[in-house]
């Protein structure tokens, strides 16, 4: 009913919108002339943001006015159902009126009739009988027409409530403008509108009022919020992202290196859990010490070392304070038992790798860790867990390697125990199969065979590890790793102790397990690295012993695996790495001259799989010392690190198809670099570690906006 009036509200802050674009004024310099235009068209991309937004709002209008005139129209229908009702009794009341006066008077002919005639009066009888029955059925008849009337006289009063309840939903609707800075990065506060329901009829959107909020907060980049006040470095790291949110560790300068989680925004950036508080008021916080972060698409596991315990445990967090805890405490053991052996390592959980639920049905997090305990005298060394994210759904796989080690016991005496363990490594899934490297000696195996590639068979919940295939036979290690997972097929590096260090792969079966190509022959190694599937195409490095460490690709066959492109001619390297997938082709970084021309670079590179396709993106004004990093993709863009020789120093670069490399920010204003690094996505922005030299090394964020809803002047 007041589709009107929010039409009205729309309309104003459209024209408010436009408003923004009018006025005279004196003719500018260039820059003001060409910043005027950007701001023309942001603010018209703004106003066809809002007009989108309105016309969502009036189809929404639209349906609550289909939806009473629906109301209006089953109203009616009842209405005219009920006159007919109402006529139907009337009807049928007159009708036993009639009949009971009939019954009366053939009543009177019957007393009539015993006097005058016995014949007469059985007739008499059967009609009074039927008129009787008919009289009952009717009556039946009508008592159902009431009960009908007042189901119907429920359904209009429902009808009444459902159409004032539309109405009142209507005449509810919001929208107000706000100034926030909580819903904004810490350095790019704007003004925003929320669209919503004003149930509570105090004039102001609040809580699950609010259905909607449009427009963006102003500027491309900045600062999130600086976690360490002043010129002080929160140094943030080892970023993961998870539902919507990247977490991250930092130091505010408070509680030392910690847990923390950001959405972008000044508000939405704190302290998930300070896991290692101070042992006492006055005490200094000591910060946790973290080993690495991986997501699912619901918990992130973690390793992290608190207290004096220098070994690092798994923690898991669902990204809340409560939802953040230790779910395993594997090494009970004090450090000091293992002083005088040299081979112990160990420092906590590591290789974890996380099957998201999304292809299992949970987060369910694989890793290595030791196994001891001087009560229960335990000593396994380095083996195979699994973790659904529980404590209880936490425990060992399997016990692939034997002790050999006399450990002083402290109580006394001395006992076998394993120090190293099978220590796995690698675990990755492809197909059905979780594989990972790992050196056993019994458990899955009989006897010694080296380090090798083994498996857990995810289709059966009674699987126990397995070999797949002992490659380089015997005791000798076969070095499995470089894992990439393509087409449900495991490719991996591996020796099988005659052909030298190979591409291989795998589909979990010691048959389906075999070389794919013995790229340096003789016997010698091609060291195949890193490595990247693009759709049916492998994409890796490796050395065929002539044209040094180049770019490779391979469709799993013998005559399908070749060299794509010699990127620095002959024996040198060329330097390829950060392989990244965009637009359906390969990015990555390699060199961009040879060696002894000048300081040898790195650039951006592209790829289609052809030597001819193989090309760098940018050529830099001076390749000398070029220094291409950290290539990450966000959307439709790629970003990276590097200096453009504009003046503006190390920076981070921006790279589309239709734009090229362009400088997407100069964080550090002049010459100097701000040293960008640590990028990650989230949604259409990209996240890095920065300084500007001001607020220190901290969380900034860089996208290209299309523009805030609203301009407010003087504001």
């Known amino acids: 009913m007041k589709k009107s009036a929010v039409v009205l509200t729309l309309i104003l802050f459209s024209s408010m919108t436009s408003g923004c674009l009018g006025g005279n004024g004196e003719r500018s310099s260039d820059p003001e ?8 068209e942001n603010l018209t991309a703004e106003n066809q943001i809002l007009l989108d937004d309105m016309s969502v709002l009036n189809d929404e209008l639209s349906s609550y006015a289909s939806t009473i ?4 129209a089953s109203l009616d229908s009842a209405n005219e159902s009920l006159d007919q009702m109402l006529s139907d009794l009337a009807n049928k009341s007159q009708m036993i009126s009639n009949l009971t006066e009939i019954s009366e008077n053939l009543s009177r002919e019957l007393r009539q009739a015993i006097e005058d005639n016995s014949t007469t009066i059985s007739s008499l009888e059967d009609e009074i ?5 008919s009289k009952d059925a009717l009556e039946i008849e009508r008592d159902g027409a009431l009960e009908n009337i007042s189901i119907m006289e429920a359904e209009i009063v429902s009808l009444m409530a459902s159409l004032n309840e539309a109405e009142q939903i209507i005449n509810s609707i919001l929208s107000q403008l706000y100034y926030t800075a909580s819903e904004c990065p810490e350095s790019n506060p704007g003004f925003r509108i929320k669209v919503g329901y004003d149930y509570s009829s105090d004039g102001n959107l609040a809580g699950s009022e609010i259905i909607s909020r449009m427009g963006e907060c102003p500027g491309n980049s900045g600062l999130v919020k600086d976690v ?8 943030p790291h080892s970023m993961v992202s998870m539902g919507g949110n990247l977490y991250f560790v930092a130091d505010d300068g408070v509680h030392g290196q910690e847990l923390w989680r950001t959405d972008g925004t000044l508000g939405g950036t704190y302290m998930v859990s300070d896991i290692n ?5 006055i005490c200094e916080n000591p910060g946790t010490d973290f080993g690495e972060i991986v997501a699912g698409d619901n918990k992130i596991f973690f390793a992290a070392a608190v207290g004096n315990d220098p070994i690092r445990e798994l923690y898991v967090s669902d ?3 409560s939802g953040t805890q230790r779910i395993s405490e594997t090494f009970e053991c004090s450090t000091s038992l293992f002083a005088n052996y040299p081979e112990f390592t160990y420092t906590g959980v590591n290789s974890i790798s996380v099957v998201p639920a999304s292809e299992v049905g949970f987060d369910t997090a694989y890793f290595s860790a030791f196994q001891c305990s001087t009560e229960r005298y335990v000593c396994t060394g380095e083996e195979p867990h699994f973790s659904d994210g529980t404590e209880l759904g936490t425990y060992q796989l399997a016990d692939l390697k034997s002790g050999s080690t006399n450990l002083a016991a402290p109580g006394g005496g001395s006992v076998v125990a394993d120090i190293v363990g099978s220590k796995p490594t690698d675990f990755v899934k492809a197909g059905n199969d979780v594989f990972f490297s790992a050196d056993s000696d019994q458990g899955a195996v009989s006897s010694d065979v080296g380090r090798e590639l083994f498996k857990l068979d995810l289709s059966s919940i009674f699987s126990l590890v397995s070999l797949v295939k002992d490659i380089n036979q015997g005791a000798h290690n076969s070095d499995p790793m470089y894992f990439e997972e393509m087409g449900g097929l495991l490719y991996f590096t591996a020796d099988d102790g005659i052909s030298g260090t ?3 792969k795998s589909d979990g079966s010691a048959l389906g397990t075999g070389i794919v190509s013995n790229i340096a022959e003789n016997a010698s190694s091609s060291w195949p690295g890193e490595k990247i599937s693009i759709g049916n195409t492998l994409f890796f490095t490796a050395d065929d012993g002539t044209s040094g460490y180049e770019l490779w690709k391979s469709n799993g066959t013998y005559s399908g695996t070749m060299l794509v492109k010699d990127i620095v001619a002959g024996p040198s390297d060329g330097g390829v790495s950060n392989m990244v997938e965009f637009g359906g082709e390969l990015y990555f970084i390699a060199y961009s001259s040879p060696p002894g021309v000048g300081t040898q670079g790195t650039e951006v590179w592209m790829s289609d799989g052809s030597d001819s396709g193989t090309v760098m993106v940018h050529v830099p004004m001076i390749t000398d010392g070029s220094s291409a990093s950290s290539l990450t993709r966000v959307g439709d863009r790629l970003y990276f690190v590097d200096d453009l020789y504009d003046g503006s120093g190390e920076e981070l670069i921006s790279f589309t198809l239709g734009d090229g490399v362009t400088l997407a920010v100069d964080t550090r204003a002049g010459s100097q670099s701000s040293d960008p690094g640590n990028l990650i996505a989230l949604g259409e922005k990209v996240f890095f570690v920065g300084n500007d030299g001001s607020s220190g090394v901290e969380l900034r964020y860089h996208w290209y906006n299309p523009g805030p809803i609203l301009s407010i002047p003087n504001a």
């Open 33 to 40: 002339i060409v910043e005027l235009q950007i701001e023309v």
């Open 69 to 72: 005139e629906e109301l209006g």
């Open 129 to 133: 009988r039927n008129i009787t029955e």
């Open 228 to 235: 360490y006040l002043g010129s002080g470095s929160s140094n």
């Open 277 to 281: 508080p101070p042992l006492c008021d």
């Open 319 to 321: 990204g809340t304070e």
């Open 502 to 504: 190979e591409l291989w």
